[in-house]
């Protein structure tokens, strides 16, 4: 500021402060005490214009409302901060359990898919296997004829060569 801008603000201050009545004289008396850097860096000079204006608003947003000190406000704001990471972990654990329980509905589709697989293997093995013998027994029993121990193992082979290419074709 110039030297002239200087003292005219200086001038309005005192014609502001001369135009008080008693009762505000004391409140600016005050708020000037008031209104100074506590520590040691800045002791004893006034606020800033920035933290002016954040301690009115903060006046102005608390004024009339229940527990607004400043102590209160700190113990509310300790409180939600500590809501908050229970919230946090209780989420992430929500979401590990939602993680695992969709691991384990995967593999149990995967482990139910192997199980239905597995059963038709196996009915198109017991109905092939008993086609195939009914078959064979069939010829066998048509020709009414006596039959020697190897050619009865060699029908028996073919049958199971017959399931063998079955499954194989499967």
Known sequence: MSN???IKAKQELI???NNL???QISKCSKLLDTMVYPNVVHKD???SPYLQKKAIDLILLTKGKPDSDALNIKNKINSLNKENKKLVKQ?????FKHKSLANKVKKQEKNKDLYISRLRSIVLKTI???????SIIKKVKKNKCIYIPEFIALITQISNIDQILLF???
């Open 168 to 170: 194989l074709a499967i």
């Open 128 to 134: 092939s296997k008993r086609k195939i013998q009914n």
């Open 21 to 23: 009545s008693k009762e």
């Open 4 to 6: 002239d801008k200087l």
């Open 91 to 95: 989420n992430k654990s929500i979401a």
């Open 15 to 17: 014609d502001k402060i």
């Open 45 to 47: 000079k006034i606020l």
